[in-house]
């Protein structure tokens, strides 16, 4: 398909996997966690930054303080 971007490179943190970490990335984090929503398997891993094996508020505020630029990496 022309225009399809193959071999991407996600990030950890990337929630909703469009190579960007932002804010909306901890509010679906938050929202997983609050069982509001259901990631796919890649966007659960990639949302469980502090590598755990499991999602938790952890995680979705780890992911907010890197947008915050708070922290440089997870």
Do not use: P
Not at 34 to 39: G, N, P, R
Not at 48 to 57: A, C, E, M, N, Q
């Amino acid at each position: 398909i022309a225009g399809k971007k193959t071999n991407v490179e996600y990030q950890l943190g990337d929630c909703d996997l469009d190579t960007k970490i932002t804010i909306m990335d901890a509010t679906l984090a938050q929202r997983a966690v609050a069982k509001d929503i259901t990631l796919s398997d890649i966007a659960l891993t990639l949302a469980d930054v502090d590598g755990d094996k499991k999602l938790t508020i952890m995680d979705a505020t780890q992911i907010q303080r890197f947008v915050a630029k708070v922290i440089d990496k997870f």
